[in-house]
């Protein structure tokens, strides 16, 4: 997961938060390298993911809730090494 490369420092907050407005400005943008050598598609994660599927579509969610939730999901998702 991403999760466990935080234990590593193979990435930082910062990976995270790229992987993420990437997500936020363009959904559909396919893979997103970052850290040191790994690549997430924002997208499927969120996909896979069942509450951060459910919230990104509602409209009363707020820009920081769906955040969060794009955010969980990416955390949970298993990158792919490159």
């Given at each position: 997961?991403?999760?466990?490369l935080?234990?590593?420092?193979?990435?930082?907050?910062?990976d995270?938060?790229?992987?993420?407005?990437?997500y936020m400005?363009?959904?559909?943008?396919?893979?997103?390298?970052?850290?040191?050598g790994?690549r997430?598609?924002?997208a499927v994660?969120?996909?896979?993911?069942?509450?951060?599927?459910?919230?990104i579509?509602?409209?009363?969610?707020?820009?920081?809730?769906?955040?969060?939730?794009?955010?969980?999901?990416?955390?949970?998702a298993?990158p792919?090494?490159?």
């Amino acid at each position: 997961m991403t999760l466990d490369l935080f234990a590593t420092l193979d990435i930082v907050e910062d990976d995270v938060a790229a992987v993420v407005n990437a997500y936020m400005t363009d959904p559909t943008s396919g893979p997103v390298s970052f850290g040191e050598g790994y690549r997430i598609d924002p997208a499927v994660a969120v996909a896979d993911h069942p509450f951060a599927n459910t919230l990104i579509g509602q409209s009363w969610a707020s820009a920081e809730l769906r955040r969060a939730a794009v955010r969980a999901a990416i955390m949970l998702a298993q990158p792919e090494r490159v």
